[in-house]
């Protein structure tokens, strides 16, 4: 009913929302690519009882690979595809549905959490990959569900999910093991207000839990140790100062040797302008300093002093790593229009400007995506 109460009285963004997953279904008619094919083969190989891409192990984040191989199918492989790429469709739902209670949590205006919502949505970016193989999806999911439970009551309940999305988050993309500091801050609330039963408790889960994160590191360790991995995410760190050269590279002053473009901070920009492979540095900058500019206030809620922490530690990470695709970004993406509305409520801006300013953007990127659904379906159809 509370769904059905929110279309009714926001129509205009419910069509915007319905729309961006039409347009991300476009996934489901586009073969294989880049990423793809190297969690492809690592799927093909688990089935076959072994973690390689092709003839070594791989070290490759693993929850794609598994759940892929779940879906896979030998005898018409198109039909797992699909279907992986609809659990990805679905997560991202999911995922949405979350990034709306925590908002929620911050005491925002209805329409300004639907607004900030929709235009996360609505993202070219997002909709580009929110139905294909790679990991967005499931960190949608995963970082916007631990988030929520994060600042949601303490109970062991919510501890436990809280733990479960950071063991996916991390076993899906490495760095966001930057979150546990995250875990520590709620393991020491729980302990102030628990009895010695419950935090006992607590810390067998959390063993438990952790149990196959230590696992993968182990595994990592000395397949890596050993050189061993065809496809590696920790090569950049065993060259010549790799520290050095992946801050470059991550801040945008020197092109990574991995990628064909140079990335970094340039690279943020074309989060918001809906151009393939924009890189602009002033305007980058210039985003990054609103959003962090708006976080500037008093008596801000528990959840948004957590999220800039997030934030804060996941740009890091990206900018150390020698990273910076733009759909590296996307994840934190309502952190930052988050921080742009913080900013615009500083100058006294009424929210009604935001929100025809949501429209507006919405309008544009939507134009866009019927243009770019009009293309591929000609393409591969």
């Avoid at 010695?196 to 230590?214: D, E, G, H, N, R």
Wanted: hydrophobic residues 50%; proline residues 3%.
């Amino acid at each position: 009913m509370r769904i059905v109460q929110l279309i009714k009285e926001h129509k205009v963004f419910a069509i915007i929302i319905l729309l961006s997953f039409i347009s991300a279904l476009r996934s489901l008619i586009m073969p294989l690519i880049a990423d793809e094919t190297t969690y492809y083969s690592i799927a093909s190989n688990i089935l076959d009882g072994r973690y390689y891409q092709k003839t070594n192990p791989s070290t490759v984040s693993p929850i794609i690979p598994f759940i892929l191989a779940f879906f896979k199918t030998s005898v018409t492989p198109i039909i797992g595809i699909t279907l992986h790429k609809l659990f990805h469709i679905l997560l991202a739902i999911l995922g949405f549905r979350y990034l709306h209670l925590f908002l929620s949590t911050l005491k925002l205006n209805t329409t300004i959490v639907l607004a900030i919502v929709a235009l996360c949505v609505v993202n070219p970016i997002g909709i580009t990959f929110y139905g294909r193989l790679y990991p967005e999806s499931i960190l949608l999911f995963c970082f916007w569900g631990f988030m929520y439970y994060s600042v949601s009551e303490r109970t062991s309940s919510n501890f436990i999910k809280m733990i479960a999305f950071f063991l996916v988050l991390t076993m899906t993309r490495y760095l966001y093991a930057v979150l546990g500091v995250i875990v520590l801050y709620n393991c020491y609330q729980y302990y102030k207000i628990s009895s010695k039963q419950k935090v006992f408790k607590l810390a067998t889960y959390c063993v438990m839990l952790s149990i196959p994160i230590l696992f993968w590191g182990k595994y990592v360790y000395n397949i890596e140790q050993s050189n061993l991995s065809e496809v590696s995410y920790f090569d950049r760190y065993k060259s010549d100062s790799p520290l050095l050269y992946n801050i470059k590279a991550g801040l945008g002053i020197i092109k990574h040797h991995e990628v064909n473009r140079i990335n970094g901070i340039l690279a943020f920009s074309s989060l918001f302008v809906p151009i393939d492979g924009f890189r602009n540095f002033i305007l980058s900058i210039g985003l990054i300093l609103a959003f962090v500019i708006g976080y500037f206030r008093k008596n801000k809620p528990l959840g948004a002093k957590l999220l800039i922490i997030v934030i804060s530690l996941a740009m890091l990470g990206l900018i150390f790593a020698g990273t910076g695709f733009s759909r590296y970004w996307l994840i934190l993406l309502p952190g930052f229009i988050l921080g742009y509305y913080y900013l615009a409520s500083r100058f006294n801006l009424p929210d009604k400007w935001f929100v025809y300013a949501s429209y507006a953007l919405c309008f544009v990127y939507i134009l866009n995506e019927f243009r770019l659904d009009y293309l591929i379906m000609n393409k591969y159809l």
